[in-house]
């Protein structure tokens, strides 16, 4: 017995071609910034069409997908795109279209919340176009490496207790506040964002409260970055008999010019599956969710044989 899905994940950029030459001037975007999400979610609604009609039943966008990265810098004016995860165009948009197609999609945007605090958000949308969840960014990052800075704090926080009412649904099987995990109509869906998937209770935790497959949206750059990028995702899908499917930005951004290297995939427990690129700014796999039940063809058991007695 199978059970085959195919996933596709977006790896693209800011579509919004009247942006300023310069970083400085970014302020000027105010009166435009509903122009810069309807063209960001127009081009996507297109990828998710394209994927839907090559089999995918899961589509996962990109890390705060709807507007160029603007944690670059600290510009208030960005502070004005967040919006509500249940009723803002964003995610309404894409509601209807997951709905029409009948297929799954993890849409990361900036959240509004009701209580007027701002969060770096996945919203899990069914294929019926229910809303089943959301996850928040539970890690936010602050540095610079040898290609840039990312000031993330000054746009959103990290996620609280607060996130857990709000999942009270009966499509969360995941007992934790912090990472919910949601019965889709195609399988039992997590999400991790960018930096999260470099701590080391993320993935263990989401693993052992039910996910199946772990969609992990970013926007990475730099060198070690890019190094750790080809390997954790399979690292931690081995130990933790889960799929993992990564999803990076690619090119880079007027005006700030920082380069996202791209290089979106999906990986198992025994590995990458063949992927896809023949169409641009998308990236489809076929995963087998039978691969996380059954003897593991290493032979390994690692469930059964940690010894959680004398780690320290």
């Excluded at 995918?56 to 810098?73: N, S, T």
Aim: charge should be negative.
């Amino acid at each position: 017995m199978t059970r085959p899905l195919t996933v596709a994940l977006t790896e693209t950029c800011n579509v919004y071609r009247e942006m300023p030459a310069r970083p400085e001037e970014v302020a000027t975007l105010g009166p435009r910034l509903e122009d810069i999400r309807r063209a960001n979610v127009e081009h996507h609604v297109g990828l998710i069409e394209a994927a839907a009609k090559r089999g995918a039943k899961l589509v996962g966008l990109g890390e705060l997908f709807a507007a160029p990265y603007f944690a670059l810098r600290k510009d208030p004016v960005w502070h004005a795109m967040a919006e509500d995860a249940a009723t803002g165009p964003t995610v309404q948009t894409l509601s209807a279209l997951a709905q029409r197609l009948g297929v799954v999609i993890v849409a990361p945007i900036y959240e509004l919340a009701p209580s007027g605090l701002r969060y770096n958000t996945a919203v899990v949308i069914d294929a019926s176009g229910e809303i089943l969840g959301k996850y928040r960014k539970t890690h936010v990052p602050m540095g610079k490496n040898e290609q840039g800075e990312f000031i993330e704090p000054f746009y959103f926080g990290p996620a609280d207790e607060s996130m857990s009412a709000e999942n009270k649904t009966p499509a969360n099987i995941s007992q934790s506040p912090y990472f919910p995990v949601f019965q889709t109509a195609v399988g039992k869906v997590g999400v991790a964002i960018c930096y999260d998937r470099h701590f080391e209770g993320v993935v263990p935790s989401l693993a052992k409260n039910g996910a199946e497959l772990i969609l992990s949206p970013a926007v990475t750059f730099g060198a070690k970055s890019e190094r750790m990028w080809e390997t954790e995702f399979e690292v931690d899908a081995m130990r933790h008999r889960v799929f993992i499917a990564g999803s990076n930005r690619l090119g880079a951004e007027t005006p700030w010019g920082q380069p996202y290297f791209g290089r979106s995939y999906v990986t198992g427990p025994n590995g990458r599956p063949p992927a896809d690129r023949s169409q641009a700014n998308l990236v489809l796999s076929t995963i087998d969710l039978d691969e996380l039940v059954g003897t593991d063809p290493s032979g390994w058991n690692l469930a059964r044989d940690r010894r959680p007695d004398i780690y320290t």
